[in-house]
């Protein structure tokens, strides 16, 4: 059983940074398909980046260029550096780690996988 705790959300202004971690524990994440997933309230949730058990990335087209995500084995972390924050960046940032799906764009199965962890959530807002 994996657990996910994330941070780093927090307010930021339009065109800023952040950086979002998610710490794992239970297992180690390099076995896993790594992605973060937002939502917005009453909103269609959207992958926005994962990263795969070969060190492969993708993201979505709406932050490609903008956002970086990262893995760091030795800590057991997961991170997403976003750069040039919009308003529609806004949003609940989740992380969530799936061992049973692999592959190319894995992260995009993730939310509906049965067999997926996922953490509470770290809110961004951008204004």
């Known amino acids: 059983h994996v657990q996910l705790v994330e941070s780093g959300g927090g307010s930021v202004q339009v065109g800023g940074s952040l950086r979002l971690s998610c710490v794992a524990s239970g297992d180690t994440i390099s076995r896993y398909c790594m992605g973060w997933f937002r939502q917005i309230a009453d909103k269609e949730r959207e992958g926005v980046a994962g990263?795969?058990?070969?060190?492969?990335?993708s993201y979505a087209d709406s932050v490609k260029g903008r956002f970086t995500i990262s893995q760091d084995d030795a800590e057991n972390k997961l991170y997403l550096q976003m750069n040039s924050l919009k308003p529609e960046d806004t949003a609940m940032y989740y992380c969530?780690?799936?061992?049973?799906?692999?592959?190319?764009?894995?992260?995009?199965?993730?939310?509906?996988?049965?067999?997926?962890?996922r953490g509470q959530g770290t809110q961004v807002t951008v204004s």
């Open positions: 969530l780690a799936d061992r049973s799906i692999s592959g190319r764009l894995c992260y995009t199965r993730l939310w509906n996988s049965p067999y997926n962890y």
């Open positions: 990263i795969e058990s070969d060190g492969s990335t």
